[in-house]
């Protein structure tokens, strides 16, 4: 339940560093809690260009590949005694973090294909999102 509590500080910690863009200055769209499909996609203006790694970037991910590590470390210590994985399709250390391990590269070529684009909000939301089931993998497995 600590790592937990943590791990979801970490979090809202760490969203609320897209709230604001490269500059340090607050967005317009910021300030409102409006966001749409066609708002995720729609091309920025040439202001809030920032190169890929910058420092939000940076921070999430850190954030998500200390979540993926995490599930591989208590995922691989519960198949070590007893237990059983219940979203994969592999019952190993090994196949559990090469596929959790999958994920961070998923996430990286989804977040430099939105920043290519042009969609810089989506390429914020993508981290979060693909850590998610992650997050709550290792809540589940601490409940259980």
Request: glycine letters at 8%; aromatic letters at 10%.
């Amino acid at each position: 339940m600590r790592l937990l509590a943590i791990l979801t500080a970490l979090l809202l910690s760490c969203l609320a560093a897209f709230a604001q863009d490269a500059g340090g200055t607050p967005a317009p769209e910021a300030t409102s809690f409006k966001v749409s499909a066609h708002s995720l996609f729609k091309a920025n203006d040439l202001t809030v260009n920032h190169p890929f790694w910058d420092k939000q970037n940076k921070i999430a991910f850190a954030v998500t590949a200390g979540i993926r590590a995490a599930d591989i470390a208590q995922t691989c210590y519960g198949l070590a005694h007893g237990a059983r994985e219940l979203a994969l399709p592999t019952q190993s250390c090994a196949g559990v973090a090469s596929f959790i391990a999958l994920g961070q590269g998923e996430q990286l070529f989804g977040q430099w294909i939105a920043h290519r684009k042009g969609w810089h909000r989506l390429e914020r939301i993508i981290p979060y999102v693909s850590a998610a089931p992650n997050a709550f993998g290792i809540a589940y497995s601490l409940r259980h």
